[in-house]
């Protein structure tokens, strides 16, 4: 205990020292902290941004649909299918979906589109399409109108309040045929969507593909968007094996290549940060050794044992680390808040480029409590790995040539 004590006067003594040892470390942790949290919460919004655009963070389909994406793969509407995935405490939300390839046309113009049979409300709850309305009304239950991608009616040379007639091939190869009113156009950031998707009821796409209570996919919301892959596996579990389920990762493994390679990317970012915050705590403890060398010294001459004066430099140390570790977790938490809330925000030509593909151009940071708790433990431990190097230069002291002037 008295050697605690005698540690926590010697660093007071000399407060210019301490307070420089304590910010190295401070500046470690907030620096560390702040970083990886705009790092994660920029990848947690790429992805809010790509699986809102229409994937969700998982789907449901029948055995083999992945791989084979036509009608014939379709299922029955069961409710206590539905009930069952909502019973899985991650899930907030979940929408059906019927979807198939169709040929839009207007007069003279025909294009291909993707053609989904969709519930409007359940669809805007987890994808938030009436926010993508950029012109006309939205849909309802029982509406005979369907919505149109922006860049699709812009080909067709259609606006709201028009006439599309679409013709495919439905359920078991039936002819699939109808004449439906533009009843708005949607704006998407994916040029895939926008130029290609044709959005109509699910009874009305039931109808005009003979495919009566059928369905092609449930698609569903999570609480816990980070453990999207786990939810997928337990809810496939539960189902059985007539169904797949599949997470965006599965679904979207061009993204989810992207999002991996940046976090590898920004994996040896962070190591540059932690080599430069190890230099920085390294040059304290460095300057403070020189400064007390006549003292460590004159201690060892007067007859301290090596061993009382290794542990009290190793508890001057480890207090030090320490409360520069606290400070620096205790105002990254501000920080860190304020930038998830007050995001940083691109502007110019950059921010244009963003938007256009339907992201939004900001850096936000994210909130996970795991971020503080690894980044502070990573300083830490590089922290005190650093402080041996006080104890090793008082176990190899030379008491006489350590007080010569």
Not at 162 to 179: E, F, L, N, P, R
Not at 313 to 324: D, F, K, Q, R, V
Request: aromatic content about 8%.
């Amino acid at each position: 205990m008295w050697l605690l004590n005698l540690a926590w006067k010697n660093l007071w003594r000399n407060r210019a020292r301490t307070i420089i040892t304590m910010a190295a470390v401070f500046f470690a942790v907030l620096l560390s902290v702040v970083a990886a949290s705009l790092s994660q919460g920029v990848f947690n919004n790429l992805i809010k941004n790509v699986v809102g655009f229409y994937t969700g963070y998982v789907q449901v389909h029948k055995q083999g649909y992945q791989q084979d994406q036509v009608l014939d793969n379709s299922f029955t509407n069961d409710a206590r299918v539905a009930a069952s995935i909502l019973a899985h405490e991650n899930v907030s939300g979940l929408t059906p979906r019927l979807e198939s390839f169709a040929l839009a046309s207007s007069e003279s113009i025909t294009k291909g589109c993707m053609a989904v049979g969709i519930d409007p409300e359940r669809e805007d709850g987890v994808t938030l399409l009436r926010q993508k309305l950029a012109a006309g009304r939205y849909l309802n239950a029982d509406d005979h109108g369907v919505l149109m991608g922006s860049g699709l009616a812009e080909r067709l040379q259609l606006k709201a309040g028009d006439t599309v007639v679409m013709i495919g091939q439905g359920y078991h190869g039936a002819m699939a045929a109808g004449k439906y009113e533009v009843a708005g156009l949607l704006k998407f950031g994916a040029p895939n969507l926008n130029d290609g998707a044709l959005f109509m009821p699910l009874p009305l796409a039931q109808e005009m593909y003979g495919a009566e209570g059928m369905l092609t996919s449930w698609v569903l919301s999570l609480q816990h968007p980070d453990e999207a892959n786990a939810t997928a596996a337990e809810v496939g579990q539960l189902l059985g094996k007539d169904f797949e389920v599949m997470s965006w990762g599965e679904l979207l493994p061009d993204i989810k290549q992207h999002i991996d390679s940046d976090t590898n990317s920004m994996k040896y970012i962070q190591g540059v940060l932690y080599l430069l915050v190890c230099f920085g705590i390294f040059g304290t403890l460095l300057m403070m050794m020189v400064e007390r060398r006549f003292e460590l010294g004159m201690l060892t001459a007067i007859g301290m044992k090596k061993s009382m004066l290794m542990l009290l430099i190793g508890i001057e140390s480890m207090l030090t680390i320490l409360a520069g570790c606290l400070m620096g977790m205790l105002v990254a938490l501000p920080v860190v808040y304020l930038l998830s809330v007050h995001p940083l925000r691109i502007a110019g030509q950059d921010a244009v480029a963003y938007e256009r593909f339907g992201f939004e151009a900001i850096f936000p940071a994210s909130l996970d409590g795991q971020i503080f708790l690894s980044q502070g433990m990573m300083v830490l431990a590089a922290a005190l790995l650093l402080a041996l190097y006080p104890v090793y230069k008082v176990w190899r002291l030379n008491a006489i040539q350590a007080m010569k002037r």
